[in-house]
């Protein structure tokens, strides 16, 4: 699941990008709670929460089977 994980996010990471950050993957568990850390502009940004669940959570959960949550640790 970890390699479909990282597929997904190199959807997001333009996005991410083009405002100066990142989003770095951390560990997938076998309850398919996916941890990432942002980085760059958005790891102090007051969206970051928004973009954790509405951007990279809701695109994880649609496009790999078994992702059921993203924590930004």
């Given at each position: 699941?970890?390699?479909?994980?990282?597929?997904?996010?190199?959807?997001?990471?333009?996005?991410?990008?083009?405002?100066?950050?990142?989003v770095e993957l951390i560990?997938?568990n076998d309850q398919g709670?996916?941890?990432?850390?942002?980085?760059?502009?958005?790891?102090?940004?007051?969206?970051?929460?928004?973009t954790l669940k509405a951007?990279?959570?809701?695109?994880?959960?649609?496009?790999?089977?078994?992702?059921?949550?993203?924590?930004?640790?």
């Open positions: 699941m970890r390699g479909e994980v990282e597929k997904a996010l190199e959807k997001v990471r333009p996005i991410l990008q083009r405002d100066g950050g990142d560990d997938v709670v996916v941890l990432v850390k942002l980085q760059g502009a958005c790891k102090g940004c007051p969206g970051a929460t928004m951007i990279i959570e809701n695109l994880l959960v649609k496009e790999v089977k078994g992702v059921t949550q993203v924590i930004g640790i």
